[in-house]
């Protein structure tokens, strides 16, 4: 009965199954370099094979920890948060994201949009993956959309993923960090002649900091 109840928590978006908080530079996209308190929820079905954290995939593996618990802790190192995953949309994100505004938070989310969009957001990192597309009503919302790259045949969904964001949108492409050394001078290039696109780079992987 117990275990029914957690998960009727888990449910209602009053529990999460949290994989991992820390405080840290925001490494990627428009925020790069701004001090950034992280939220890593478990669970994602997305698949990706390139993947850098697969260990965030089961959400079984991961506490279910109370929402009041997590914004408590958040609110003592910063005063933007960054919810990612996995993909923090398989959960109902309204119960968090209204405890971190209660604080006066900034709240920023890094999602592949494949789940319908909740919680209250300043920022929405839209970052779509082929094998699961985004939920339609994500797209009009995102501040920034940012396609990882992996071989050339993403650019053509870069730019079918940049023609359904609202005009706005900032649109980033970022390599995927293994084949970095391969990719990085076909991105240069592809911005280069497509100046509406600007290049991300894992900086926080070349600070070595989490």
């Not at 109840?5 to 529990?15: A, F, I, S, T």
């Not at 920890?65 to 914004?71: E, G, K, M, P």
């Not at 359904?164 to 970022?174: A, N």
């Amino acid at each position: 009965m117990v275990e029914d109840n957690v998960m009727d928590l888990v449910d209602k978006g009053l529990m999460l199954p949290l994989m991992e908080e820390f405080y840290t530079i925001q490494g990627e996209g428009f925020h790069k370099g701004t001090a950034a308190y992280f939220i890593r929820v478990g669970g994602c079905d997305v698949g990706c094979h390139w993947c850098d954290v697969k260990e965030s995939w089961n959400a079984e593996t991961h506490p279910p920890t109370a929402v009041d618990h997590i914004v408590d802790h958040a609110a003592k190192y910063s005063n933007t948060i960054v919810v990612t995953g996995g993909e923090p949309l398989t959960w109902d994100m309204g119960p968090l994201t209204e405890g971190l505004k209660a604080k006066n938070l900034q709240t920023h989310i890094e999602t592949s949009g494949a789940y319908p969009l909740t919680g209250i957001w300043d920022w929405i990192c839209l970052s779509p993956k082929k094998n699961k597309l985004p939920e339609g009503e994500i797209y009009a919302k995102a501040d920034e959309l940012k396609v990882i790259v992996y071989n050339k045949h993403d650019f053509i969904f870069a730019e079918e993923q940049a023609a359904k964001v609202k005009e706005d949108c900032i649109l980033y492409l970022q390599p995927e960090w293994s084949v970095r050394e391969k990719i990085v001078p076909m991105i240069v290039e592809y911005v280069m002649q497509h100046p509406k696109w600007k290049v991300s780079l894992q900086t926080h992987k070349y600070l070595n900091i989490p």
